[in-house]
């Protein structure tokens, strides 16, 4: 800290990114990236976009000519977003990153007299972004099978987030008793970030016909295999929607580029290749996790492209330090409840198998050792 930041400077506690690492190679199943690429349309409409641009004439939004601010309105992907879920343009906002997203939901709808609602164990940018932006954040207990009490939100008098699925647990409510929520709270806005819905779990969008407290936040990150492109999209009515605008052209109007515009238009419009990623992933999620349910491991009921488990025999920093020594990264948290925990993200199947393989081997080290 230098002499100069601000008293409120100082009392940020800023969020912990999962380690990026340079130099030796590790198997990276650390921070819920997808192991494929994005759709090969991706690749070719960036590139297409480059041949067409000669720099000198302006160039229409599609086309990745650099020399030009990128639409602040993103037309062509906040149209691809619509389309694929059937709702109006101006029902869709776009950001750089879903975190960027949440920083314009939470800066339009909570502030010191509207406090935020969510669960204890969630994701942690949630606090980091409150405390940024003086918002009180609230919060209520998982169960003990870490599944969401979903009395806890109902008539709670306040804004709520709920993560569906929910992260790190994997676990997922139906879409029933996210209706349950919205319903009892017409006075206050929940939100529903889906950061992870693809990958088995019900999107909520479907309730906003008859909710006009709902604002659905997803990202191009994961099933879309664009975590490095950083593109996220709120879906709401678009009172809503103009709200969070607002927000957007008072920070930052120019906030999505525009190779990340055309990447995720691309993805967007690429249905089967997502379809394909994902049936992949829960795939080897499901021989995973029944792996290591083999090894008498606890793994929870996961509805995203990732695990959260325990072993019956390790403790949990004993195993991840474990796997670092071998060569293998995952997330863990020296947090109540959780310490014992690891989150590990779904890697290619050869990754996993290697994820597998030296989980046995700490295993039966730690059992030679006695
Ligand atoms: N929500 C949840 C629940 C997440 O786990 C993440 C990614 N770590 C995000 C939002 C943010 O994702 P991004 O900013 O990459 O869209």
Known sequence: MSRFLSKSGQALLPYTPGEQPKGRKFIKLNTNESPYPPSPNVAKAILAGFEESDGTDPAPPEIANLRLYSDPEAKPLVKAIADYYGVEPDQVIVGNGSDEILAFAFRAFCDKESPLLAADITY????????????PYRT??????????TEDYKG???NCIIANPNAPTGMALPLSAIEEIL????????????????????????????????VVIQTFSKSRSLAGGRVGFAI??????ADMNRVKYSFN????????????AEAMKDREYTKLCCERICGTRERTAQGLRELGF?????RTNFLFVKSNSMGGKAYFDGLRENGILVRRWDADRIGEYLRVSIGTDEEMEEFLAVT????????ARG
């Open 183 to 214: 319903a009892a709270n017409q006075g206050q806005v929940v939100m529903v970030d889906e950061a992870y819905v693809d990958f088995g779990c019900e999107s909520a969008v479907s309730l906003l016909k008859r909710y006009e407290n709902l």
């Open 236 to 241: 709401a009515g678009k009172e809503l929607i």
């Open 156 to 158: 709670c008098g306040c």
């Open 360 to 367: 046995k081997r700490l295993l039966s080290d730690r059992e």
């Open 298 to 302: 606890k793994v929870l009921d996961s």
């Open 253 to 264: 109007p120019y906030n999505v580029n525009r190779l990340s515009m055309l990447a995720a």
């Open 124 to 135: 942690g940018f949630y606090p980091a972004l409150c405390g940024l932006l003086d918002i």
């Open 140 to 149: 209520a207990a998982l169960k003990d099978d870490f599944s969401v009490d």
